[in-house]
């Protein structure tokens, strides 16, 4: 990713100082026109706009411990945690560094492609975003969710979150027709239509939520979904496919259902795994 985010800034003729813990990964920005630095304080010193793109937040503290950060602006686009995020924040300001966490929604073919759909989350501060919103707009579109350092990363690992539960369903819907006479490239375009249909159902879950009345106009109710569940099960013991991606949340819609909310919609399984 950091490869990307640099070939990107570097064909929009940005002048670019580059680092990385493994020396030989910087040759290839290196033969595109950057300045490789032999240490991240060089490269911390050689500008004051200054992104981080490094594998967690451990190693954000390891490269950058002991440099002098003051006057600069840090740009932190490690995944990381909510709380990582604004312990880094806190960090950084007490060095003197204003700070912006990001959150990258792509993955590094989508950079530089202004058609692939990339943005990175910003938060944190609202200044630093504002005066170097230009640059920060080369690799992939902004979208700034707050002054609370951790927005950014709340919201990355929220949609990747649900992205993984996608890639569940999409797992057991290949394993219930494998071995059979269904390719998987027959059943991918009727999987790819109806997850896209069923995506109107993320809009009305928070509606839902928002307005605290989950019965309202309720298509599917939770009690015919539960009495529903059973083919779902057997029909993956007769395809001898193990239900483990599906159980737990068919645990959360029972019990959901027996506190009395068989008229809802499926939004209260939200309300189930607040602890």
């Not at 700070?99 to 990258?104: A, H, P, S, T, V």
């Not at 996608?166 to 390719?183: D, S």
Request: proline share 4%.
């Amino acid at each position: 990713m950091g490869t990307a985010l640099a070939g990107a800034w570097l064909a929009a003729g940005h002048p670019l100082t580059v680092w990385n813990r493994t020396a030989a990964r910087a040759d290839g920005p290196a033969a595109r026109g950057a300045t490789v630095a032999a240490t991240a304080a060089e490269a911390v010193a050689a500008n004051r706009l200054v992104v981080v793109c490094l594998l967690d937040d451990a190693s954000v503290e390891q490269a950058l411990d002991g440099v002098d950060l003051a006057g600069k602006d840090l740009v932190n686009l490690v995944t990381g945690t909510p709380g990582q995020a604004r312990v880094r924040a806190a960090w950084a300001q007490r060095r003197g560094a204003r700070y912006l966490d990001g959150g990258i929604m792509a993955v590094p073919p989508m950079i530089g492609a202004p058609a692939a759909g990339a943005y990175v989350f910003y938060s944190g501060s609202s200044e630093l975003f504002e005066e170097h919103r230009g640059t920060l707009a080369v690799p992939a579109g902004t979208r700034y969710v707050g002054a609370d350092a951790g927005s950014a990363a709340l919201h990355d690992v929220a949609l990747l979150s649900a992205m993984y539960g996608m890639f569940a369903g999409v797992a057991h819907a290949f394993a219930l027709v494998r071995g059979e006479a269904v390719a998987p490239t027959e059943l991918a375009p009727l999987l790819g239509s109806w997850l896209t249909a069923m995506s109107g159902s993320v809009t009305r879950t928070a509606e839902r939520l928002e307005s605290g009345d989950y019965a309202r106009d309720v298509v599917s109710g939770l009690a015919m979904q539960v009495a529903g569940k059973g083919t779902l099960l057997r029909t993956a013991e007769e395809q001898r496919v193990s239900t483990e991606l599906l159980d737990p949340y068919f645990r959360l819609m029972e019990r959901r259902l027996e506190i009395g909310h068989g008229g809802e919609d499926l939004t209260g399984v939200v309300d189930l795994l607040r602890r």
